[in-house]
């Protein structure tokens, strides 16, 4: 047996797992999960399938490790399990769209995606343009979003959910390039303008490192309708995440105890605003 055969069977094994484990996707998402896994053998894989999830569709790349990882978290972990019923959400980070599906699923009436990468950003837009439900609302940006909103240089990594605006060690970058930004507070005073819910503003930040410069440079008024914030934290960028915590606490979101999970060097972190 080639060793190229034996790395697919892996995955194929793999993802066939997942389609048993992944409940909340539904069951024709499921199979199309385990459909999934058999694109994992083929000689030539297709690297795009299609997720049926709620009302829509997502989409990933079904043969690579990457992409699954990032499945696997939120929909078989439910790492990001929240009450988003009628919620407006933020997904900075949002890569090609999974969990931005996810929170539409469970109800959430306004998504706003942000991803500043193409590839990702090209499947991201295809998972936004096939949520059609009633009342529901999904808005896609090309870009990334930074404290101070300026064009940025982005690391393109070798796999699809590393990407990002700052050097990480241990992460093989293919190239560089230019990518538009938009600020923090302005993403929020968007989100503020298309919403009328009152019980505030969901953000989730996964942001590969950026999530730092975010946090703790952007104005204190940028915060002030954030209900809850689900932050991924990496370590290994040297930023202080206890600061980060201070800060947040300060403008009146407060870890929430029993919420954290962590993972080697990162860490996956839940804020919530007693009242706002």
Same mark, same amino acid.
């Given at each position: 047996?080639?060793?190229?055969f034996?790395?697919?069977?892996?995955?194929?094994?793999?993802?066939?797992?997942?389609?048993?484990?992944s409940?909340?996707?539904?069951?024709?998402g499921?199979?199309d999960?385990?459909s999934?896994?058999?694109?994992?053998?083929?000689?030539?894989?297709?690297h795009?399938?299609?997720?049926?999830?709620?009302?829509?569709?997502?989409?990933?790349?079904?043969?690579?490790?990457?992409?699954?990882?990032?499945?696997?978290?939120?929909?078989?972990?439910?790492?990001?399990?929240?009450?988003?019923?009628?919620?407006?959400?933020?997904?900075?980070?949002?890569?090609?769209?999974?969990?931005?599906?996810? #929170?539409? *699923?469970?109800?959430?009436? $306004?998504?706003? !995606?942000?991803?500043?990468?193409?590839?990702?950003?090209?499947? =991201?837009? @295809?998972?936004?343009?096939?949520?059609?439900g009633?009342?529901?609302q999904?808005?896609?940006?090309?870009?990334?979003?930074?404290?101070?909103?300026?064009?940025?240089?982005?690391k393109?990594?070798?796999?699809s959910?590393?990407?990002?605006?700052?050097?990480?060690?241990?992460?093989?970058?293919?190239?560089?390039i230019?990518?538009? #930004?938009? *600020?923090?507070?302005?993403? $929020?005073?968007? !989100?503020?303008?298309?919403?009328?819910?009152?019980?505030?503003? =969901?953000? @989730?930040?996964?942001?590969?490192?950026?999530?730092?410069?975010?946090?703790?440079?952007?104005?204190?008024?940028?915060?002030?309708?954030?209900?809850?914030?689900?932050?991924e934290?990496?370590?290994?960028?040297?930023?202080?995440?206890?600061?980060?915590?201070?800060?947040?606490?300060?403008?009146?979101?407060?870890l929430?105890p029993? #919420?954290?999970?962590?993972?080697?060097?990162?860490?996956?972190?839940?804020?919530?605003?007693?009242?706002?």
């Open positions: 047996m080639s060793m190229e034996s790395k697919k069977g892996a995955l194929a094994f793999r993802v066939a797992g997942l389609s048993v484990r409940s909340a996707i539904g069951p024709m499921r199979l999960v385990l999934a896994a058999v694109d994992c053998l083929r000689s030539t894989c297709r795009e399938r299609s997720i049926r999830v709620g009302d829509g569709t997502m989409y990933l790349d079904p043969c690579h490790d990457s992409d699954w990882n990032v499945f696997e978290d939120i929909f078989v972990r439910l790492h990001y399990q929240c009450d988003f019923a009628g919620r407006c959400v933020i997904d900075v980070g949002a890569h090609k769209g999974l969990f931005s599906a996810f #929170a539409l *699923s469970r109800g959430a009436s $306004l998504c706003l !995606a942000y991803e500043p990468e193409p590839n990702n950003f090209a499947l =991201l837009a @295809k998972t936004r343009s096939s949520f059609h009633a009342g529901t999904f808005r896609a940006y090309p870009l990334a979003v930074t404290a101070d909103g300026e064009a940025a240089e982005l393109v990594a070798e796999y959910s590393s990407h990002s605006l700052v050097i990480r060690p241990n992460r093989r970058v293919v190239s560089c230019t990518v538009q #930004a938009t *600020s923090f507070s302005d993403v $929020l005073a968007q !989100a503020r303008t298309e919403t009328h819910a009152m019980s505030g503003i =969901l953000v @989730k930040i996964d942001a590969e490192g950026s999530e730092f410069d975010i946090l703790l440079h952007s104005p204190s008024h940028a915060f002030a309708f954030v209900s809850e914030a689900i932050v934290f990496h370590g290994d960028v040297g930023g202080d995440r206890e600061e980060v915590v201070s800060r947040l606490s300060s403008l009146g979101l407060h929430t029993g #919420a954290t999970i962590a993972d080697g060097t990162h860490s996956l972190m839940l804020f919530r605003r007693s009242s706002i």
